[in-house]
């Protein structure tokens, strides 16, 4: 009767092992969510990080994956495209405390002045958010001291997410284009 028991409490307990984990992400995991959508209360949550965007060395965190014929040629590098997965810290330092990767790609879009097309994900690697991300997608004109682009979505505890990155840049070498983005996000998830 014992092993009885004991396999029974077992079987609940891996059935239940999705939930137990964090979301369900099985189907019915997300359907069930959306029906009980309607009785969740919307919280705001508040980021404050930095990445850093690594092209130089040995080990970049960002690589140029296309360029136009005329990037050469333009005092904006018009047409550069890059992959990046570069490291998100607590603190302005590479050393401070990583808690995920800013992972996607951005492409410089005009002519006249240093202008991105940013499409990418905060992937959230630790503390309660292990797991979780933001998508952002938008303009970063990089010669405002201030540039906002819009969180468009989330995964995991940010399932539904919507807000706001302030990002500014914190540091840049002129001549090997490293660069430290300090983030402020704001959004609205459930």
């Given amino acids: 009767m014992k092993k009885f028991l004991f396999m029974i409490c077992l079987l609940i307990a891996i059935a239940n092992l999705p939930t137990t984990l964090g979301l369900n992400l099985s189907p019915k995991g997300v359907e069930k969510w959306f029906k009980n959508l309607s009785h969740a209360k919307e ?11 690594i092209v130089s060395g040995k080990d970049p965190s960002a690589i140029q994956i296309a360029q ?4 050469s040629l333009s005092p904006t ?3 550069l495209v890059r992959m990046m997965d570069n490291p998100m810290t607590i603190g302005p330092n590479i050393d401070s405390e990583v808690i995920g990767r800013a992972q996607g790609m951005y492409g410089f879009t005009s002519f006249e002045d240093r202008e991105l097309l ?3 994900n905060f992937v959230f690697t630790q503390g309660k958010y292990n797991g979780s991300t933001l998508s952002i997608l938008g303009h970063n004109r990089v010669s405002r001291e201030y540039r906002e682009l819009p969180v468009v979505g989330g995964s995991g505890v940010f399932r539904l997410a919507r807000g706001t990155v ?3 840049t914190y ?7 490293d660069v ?6 704001i959004i609205l998830h459930y």
Wanted: charged share 15%; aromatic share 22%; proline share 0%.
């Fill in 43 to 53: 919280k705001m949550t508040k980021f404050h990080f930095y990445f850093h965007d």
């Fill in 166 to 168: 302030t990002a500014r």
């Fill in 118 to 120: 940013m499409t990418f």
């Fill in 68 to 71: 136009a014929n005329i990037t």
């Fill in 171 to 177: 540091w840049y070498n002129a001549t090997t284009r």
């Fill in 180 to 185: 430290i983005i300090e983030c402020h996000v």
């Fill in 77 to 79: 590098s018009f047409g």
